[in-house]
């Protein structure tokens, strides 16, 4: 069966991208990154590898890392397509333009540092040929393109890795392709920590979590505290609202007295910004992101030891007293009634 009959959805993206490692193969292959974000611990990083048959089927795909992934690694099930019209498939009803899944793989496992993805024989013409109306005909899996993710263990944080994905056929011919080395970050990331004014308002950046009061004194944490979450809507005449203090500031600067716990002696560097933004932290779009190269340029000389009236979107890069840790602190919401949602990245600086 040639591949040149059909109108390939699936694989219209190979032209692209870099080729195949042997162009005269009767299977074929690419791929793509799709995640354009920072690759860091426990984060998914997804791919798109594309196969096609000129002679036969595609039966197998394999995907082999330099680092075994972490839990969740592995192909999905699911290829998809573009619909052009409005369509029902398995009782869900997609307009022209939305992403349908489809399944191509039969079974999928994961094995150490491989991911192998068994094909099904047959799918949905549709899938092949566009032109075939949804449901009425069943073809050769000839092509497809499948989702591959790779989670980032702890044991890659600032090393590289690549993936080799390798396409067999029905034929017994195979093609593999190599990816570039990928960076993984060093950052460490923790997102939606709740914070409340005189509740857990109390942050430490080498765990990245808030404690309350008695967490602090009951674990002896006072050592370990950074910053302090104060919300008071005016402080002498002036707007304050949310805000945060270090434990050593000048006491003009904390809105609730008798706040600081005993022990807590840290003096944290912030500096506040109000237009940089992290399409992690924040959840979606501009694809924009802090990245390791922000925290080994930052440079916080003369820098305050707080940030006041911060709003949803602020954010605040900080480095610990210590010199061990720096951070950007990203605002996810605000509430007037004295709480606040933040988000964390956090970088180690020796």
Same mark, same amino acid.
């Not at 945060?244 to 500031?249: D, E, I, N, Q």
């Not at 922000?294 to 340029?297: L, N």
């Given at each position: 069966?040639?591949l040149?009959k059909?109108?390939? /959805? ?11 490692? =042997?162009?005269?193969a009767? $299977?074929?292959?690419d791929?793509i990154?799709?995640t354009?974000? &920072?690759?860091i611990t426990?984060?998914?990083i997804?791919?798109a590898?594309?196969?096609?048959a000129?002679?036969?089927?595609? %039966? +197998?795909a394999?995907?082999t890392?330099?680092?075994a ?5 592995g192909f999905?099930l699911?290829?998809w397509f573009?619909?052009r019209? #409005?369509?029902?498939v398995?009782g869900?009803?997609?307009n022209?333009? =939305?992403?349908? &899944?489809i399944q191509?793989?039969?079974s999928?496992? #994961? ?6 993805a068994?094909m099904?024989?047959t ?15 069943q073809?050769?899996?000839i092509?497809a393109t ?5 989670v980032?263990?702890?044991e890659?944080k600032g090393k590289?890795?690549h993936i080799?994905?390798t396409a067999?056929s ?7 392709y190599?990816t ?9 990331m923790? +997102?939606?920590i709740?914070?409340g004014?005189?509740e857990?308002?109390y942050f430490s950046?080498?765990?990245m979590?808030?404690y309350?009061?008695e967490?602090v004194?009951t674990?002896?944490?006072a050592?370990?505290?950074d910053? %302090?979450?104060?919300?008071q809507a005016?402080?002498?005449?002036y707007d304050?609202?949310?805000s945060?203090?270090? &434990?050593?500031?000048d006491?003009q600067?904390?809105a609730l ?13 912030m500096e506040? +910004?109000?237009q940089?933004?992290d399409?992690?932290?924040k959840g =979606?779009? &501009?694809a924009?992101?802090?990245d390791?190269i922000?925290?080994?340029?930052l =440079?916080?000389?003369g820098?305050?030891d707080?940030?006041?009236? /911060?709003q ?6 900080m480095?610990t ?8 602190i990203y605002?996810?919401n $605000?509430?007037?009634s004295?709480?606040?949602t933040?988000?964390?990245? +956090?970088?180690?600086?020796?």
């Open positions: 069966m040639k040149s059909y109108i390939m /959805l699936p694989l219209v993206v190979l032209s692209c991208f870099a080729c195949s490692d =042997d162009d005269n009767s $299977v074929k292959n791929m990154k799709k354009t974000a &920072p690759a426990g984060e998914k997804e791919f590898y594309a196969m096609g000129t002679e036969g089927t595609v %039966i +197998r394999e995907a890392a330099s680092i992934g972490g839990e969740g690694t999905e699911y290829s573009t619909a019209q #409005t369509m029902v398995n869900v009803t997609y022209g333009g =939305d992403d349908v &899944p191509t793989v039969k999928a496992s #994961t094995e150490g540092a491989t991911s192998t068994e099904m024989e799918v949905d013409a549709h899938y092949i040929t566009p032109t075939t109306p949804f449901g009425t005909e073809t050769e899996l092509a499948l989702r591959y993710n790779w980032v263990p702890e890659a590289t890795f080799t994905f067999t029905s034929n017994g011919q195979q093609v593999s190599r570039p080395d990928y960076k993984v970050s060093k950052m460490d923790k +997102r939606l709740e914070m004014n005189g857990a308002c950046i080498a765990d979590a808030a309350t009061r967490e004194e674990q002896s944490l050592g370990k505290i910053f %302090i979450y104060n919300y005016q402080l002498g005449g304050y609202k949310h945060f203090v270090s &434990p050593a500031t006491p600067f904390i007295p008798g706040i600081v716990p005993a022990g807590a002696t840290n003096s944290t560097p506040q +910004r109000a940089v933004h399409a992690q932290l =979606d779009n &501009p924009v992101y802090v390791d922000d925290f080994e340029t =440079d916080l000389t820098a305050l707080y940030v006041l009236t /911060l949803k979107d602020d954010s605040a890069f480095k007293a210590d010199g061990k840790y720096a951070a950007y605002v996810n $605000v509430d007037d004295g709480k606040i933040i988000s964390i990245k +956090r970088y180690p600086l020796n």
